[in-house]
Antibody, heavy 126, light 111 residues
Framework: EVQLVESGGGLVQPGRSLRLSCPTSGFTFSDYALTWFRRAPGKGLEWLGFIRSKAYGETTDYAASVKGRFSISRDDSNSIAYLQMNSLKADDTAVYYC?????????????????WGQGTLVTVSS | QSVLTQPPSVSGAPGQRVTISCTGSSSNIGAGYDVHWYQHLPGTAPKLLIYDNNNRPSGVPDRFSGSKSGTSASLAITGLQAEDEADYYCQSYDSSLSEVIFGGGTKLTVL
């Protein structure tokens, strides 16, 4: 069974940093691209970015709203994806989700997401 | 404001059919990019319902179907059940933004 379980959320002050983890199991992690999303209170899903597999150079793409502040990385030896969030703002308060990119194609235009975690809550407040 | 437009809410009685629209533009759905649909109950993991416009992953009931035409796409749910009450999102790609995009979400209420 494919599983993704986000962790690392919590209360953080504005301007600080936080790193979320997404340990996975049930599939060959190194073969897949991984992605991060969020859902802010009262709002819809927002794509944040994704990281390709090693075969595609572990390259990343990000949404304009977080580019330069957020970064995604991966540890294939432990099957974990990470989301590093810097210079956090109140607007970043949300539940954050990691997901597996479906299929073998890792082109941004072809992405969709077949397995998701249950999310971890990040609250940015003083 | 989302690049893909969905109605904020739809409702139907058990057993009925409902449709959820997803309207885009010439830089996303109208450009030929595929549309995918997800079901999400806050506090749980989102679930892929439809991929590549009209394909169901294994395990998704055939009560769920998708279609696409021009700059729009639709999700249809037949034989509505109480367990279908959730938020539904369409997703595609926008070439002007070079980003994965979502609709704003539609809350389905089963009366």
């Amino acid at each position: 069974e494919v599983q993704l379980v986000e962790s690392g959320g919590g209360l953080v002050q504005p301007g600080r940093s936080l790193r979320l983890s997404c340990p996975t199991s049930g599939f060959t992690f190194s073969d897949y691209a991984l992605t991060w999303f969020r859902r802010a209170p009262g709002k819809g899903l927002e794509w944040l970015g994704f990281i390709r597999s090693k075969a595609y150079g572990e390259t990343t793409d990000y949404a304009a709203s977080v580019k330069g502040r957020f970064s995604i990385s991966r540890d294939d030896s432990n099957s974990i994806a990470y989301l590093q969030m810097n210079s956090l703002k109140a607007d970043d308060t949300a539940v954050y989700y990691c997901a597996r990119v479906a299929g073998v194609y890792q082109l941004l235009a072809l992405l969709y997401f077949d397995h998701w975690g249950q999310g971890t809550l990040v609250t940015v407040s003083s | 404001q989302s690049v893909l437009t969905q109605p904020p809410s739809v409702s139907g009685a058990p057993g009925q059919r409902v449709t959820i629209s997803c309207t885009g533009s010439s830089s996303n759905i109208g450009a030929g990019y595929d549309v995918h649909w997800y079901q999400h109950l806050p506090g749980t993991a989102p679930k892929l319902l439809i991929y590549d416009n009209n394909n169901r992953p294994s395990g998704v009931p055939d009560r769920f179907s998708g279609s696409k035409s021009g700059t729009s796409a639709s999700l249809a749910i037949t034989g509505l059940q109480a367990e279908d009450e959730a938020d539904y999102y369409c997703q595609s790609y926008d070439s002007s933004l070079s980003e994965v995009i979502f609709g704003g979400g539609t809350k389905l209420t089963v009366l």
